[in-house]
């Protein structure tokens, strides 16, 4: 398709096509609930980040608002800086400046997951420089369920097991949004098809030796079994309601147990006491994460384990999650550990 004709659907909103105009209408109804002047674009090239980016294009045309659009170069690949400026030259075509952020931290183990890591403070790192208060990230319905498998795998609790949220906060003053987790992936192929004609493929969604490409992998497996993807998203989605039933109480609990003050968080043993062990491990995890500011919270197996020494000594002196852990006879306090 032309520049001109795609050009054209961006600024009609995909009416000539019924199922994308109404993925479109989605997209605009959730980035108006959240109502954010601006907004980073997390691309990587792949089809479900063009799509977003195509979406994000075709809402600057209905209102005023700044999106900055952003590639994160992992330097992992041989190929990645070609691939990068690849893309770059492929939105310019579309009048779409891209960003081009690259890591220079060397990964070696746990790939997936330090990446991951990294380029989330990359991208937060470019939101406070440019005063940038949320970023949109393409994450879909296969993700979804992907990410429920994984879990599950690992023997994840409710909170786990739930869907993502349309929003969460990444920091203090930034939130993550994806306004496409009930968008299925070929759709969002099909919009990247439309606008621009090509999408990138990631070599290492193919590597089985990541959990995720194997999980990936069973689709059709499920599905030959009658097992299909739209019932597992409807069960995940169940979960979240009573997830969020759940952390209505919760919060009660932990503001009841937690108190910061100064520089440490000190939490109330007694009423620690008084908790059921999911509780307890919930109540950990949330001090921690809030209070080193880490996206990812503690692994459940590592609180519990924290947890049981704590309850087999009067005085334990642990660290977990970049906290010291002091326990003492009525409070544990958590003071951030000072590395070398």
């Known amino acids: 398709m032309s520049k001109k004709n795609s050009s054209v659907i961006l600024k009609n909103h995909f009416k000539s096509y019924e199922e994308l105009f109404h993925i479109y209408s989605n997209f605009k109804k959730k980035l108006n609930s959240v109502k954010k002047k601006n907004y980073l674009v997390a691309v990587s090239g792949g089809p479900d980040s063009l799509a977003l980016t195509a979406l994000a294009k075709s809402f600057t045309y209905e209102k005023k608002c700044k999106f900055c659009y952003v590639l994160i170069n992992h330097n992992i690949r041989k190929n990645s800086s070609k691939e990068a400026y690849s893309v770059k030259r492929l939105l310019k ?7 081009i952020l690259r890591n220079k931290k060397k990964i070696e183990k746990n790939i997936q997951n330090e990446a991951r ?3 989330y403070q990359l991208l937060t790192d470019f939101c406070k420089k440019k005063k940038i208060k949320a970023i949109l990230t393409a ?11 994984i879990r599950l795998s690992r023997g994840s609790g409710l909170q786990g097991l739930s869907s993502m949220k349309l929003v969460n906060k990444i920091d203090n003053n930034i939130d993550l949004i994806r306004p496409l987790l009930e ?9 990247s098809k439309t606008i621009f004609g090509k999408f990138y493929k990631d070599p290492t969604n193919k590597n089985t030796k990541y959990l995720r490409t194997r999980i990936r992998n069973l689709k059709k497996s499920l599905e030959d079994s009658g097992i299909n993807y739209d019932q597992i998203f409807k069960s995940i989605q ?8 759940l952390n209505h109480y919760f919060n009660e609990i932990y503001k009841e147990t937690v108190k910061k003050k100064k520089y440490n968080i000190f939490i109330n043993k007694k009423k620690l006491d008084d908790i059921n062990q999911e ?7 949330r001090a921690i994460k809030d209070f080193t500011k880490n996206y990812y919270a503690p692994r459940s197996k ?10 087999a000594k009067k005085n334990a002196k642990l660290t977990l ?4 852990v002091l326990g003492e006879k009525n409070r544990i306090i958590l003071k951030k550990e000072i590395k070398n």
């Open 238 to 245: 169940n979960l979240a309601s009573s997830r969020d039933t």
């Open 279 to 285: 509780m307890k491990i919930r109540v950990f995890k």
């Open 93 to 99: 075509s579309h009048k779409i400046n891209l960003n």
């Open 183 to 191: 968008v299925k992936k070929n759709h969002l192929i099909k919009i």
């Open 139 to 149: 994450h879909n319905l296969e993700d979804q369920v992907e990410t429920f498998f």
């Open 302 to 311: 590592k609180v519990l384990n924290l947890i049981n020494q704590i309850e």
């Open 321 to 324: 999650g970049g906290c010291i």
């Open 117 to 119: 890591v990294i380029r």
